[in-house]
């Protein structure tokens, strides 16, 4: 099973700072990797796909990046609606996995 | 628009049976795998199986097969999650999700609790 590491776990950021989340996976996926956002009490939404291919209706300030082993989600100047819990989800190779998430709180 | 209309959660004793359906409107329903994913109270998210756009092909995750059956109904638009034998690990929201690799679009999803 392909284990996903996010960090950080948590953070408390304020608005219009820079955000840069991390996903490991513990063995080469290529570019098979996506992240979400989850609002409390809603379901995911996907916000990046294949590492680095942007979604229509995504607003422009969430980018990805990275393949292999090392991949990063960055929230361009963080606004009070991207509190969340954002995760990466892997779909190389059975069974998927999602990383644990991480918390984004907006000071 | 994408719409899903989700049923069937609820309250279970361990080793009962619950049937979750999951009908979807809005993109191309025979054209699309599908997937359920669920989510422990407070905790992340786990993937539980996906079907095929014809619902030959089924996978499961290690933690409920044998226990859980995936099937689609596409004259219906719908998938379904037969969940037997359930346990008290089972407690958690479940998602429908439209596509396997990356997910698209996903349900509100549907409580599940196992207590006695």
């Known amino acids: 099973e392909i284990v996903l590491t996010q960090s950080p776990d948590f953070q408390s950021v304020t608005p219009k700072e820079k955000v840069t989340i991390t996903c490991r996976a513990s063995?080469?996926?290529?570019?098979?990797l996506h992240w979400y956002q989850q609002k409390p009490d809603q379901s995911p939404k996907l916000l990046i796909k294949?590492?680095?291919q942007s979604l229509s209706g995504v607003p422009s300030r969430f980018s990805g990046s990275g393949s292999g082993t090392d991949f990063t989600l960055t929230i361009n100047s963080l606004e009070a609606e991207d509190a969340a819990t954002y995760y990466c989800?892997?779909?190389?190779?059975?069974?998927?996995?999602f990383g644990q998430g991480t918390r984004l709180d907006i000071k | 628009q994408v719409q899903f209309v989700e049923s069937g959660g609820g309250l279970v004793k361990p080793g009962g049976s619950l049937r979750l359906s999951c009908a979807v409107f809005?993109?191309?329903?025979?054209?699309?795998?599908m997937s359920w994913i669920r989510q422990a109270p407070g905790k992340g998210l786990q993937w539980i199986s996906y079907?095929?756009?014809?619902?030959?092909?089924?996978y499961y995750a290690d933690s409920v097969r044998g226990r859980f059956t995936m099937s689609r109904d596409n004259t219906k638009n719908s998938v379904y999650l037969q969940m037997n034998s359930l346990r008290p690990e089972d407690t958690a929201v479940y998602f429908c999700?439209?596509?396997?690799?990356?997910?698209?679009?996903w349900g509100r999803g549907i409580l599940v609790t196992v207590s006695s």
């Open positions: 999700a439209q596509g396997h690799l990356n997910l698209n679009h």
């Open positions: 809005g993109f191309p329903f025979s054209d699309s795998y």
């Open positions: 079907i095929s756009r014809s619902g030959d092909d089924i």
């Open positions: 063995q080469s996926i290529d570019s098979a």
């Open positions: 294949y590492a680095s």
């Open positions: 989800h892997q779909s190389s190779t059975l069974p998927i996995t």
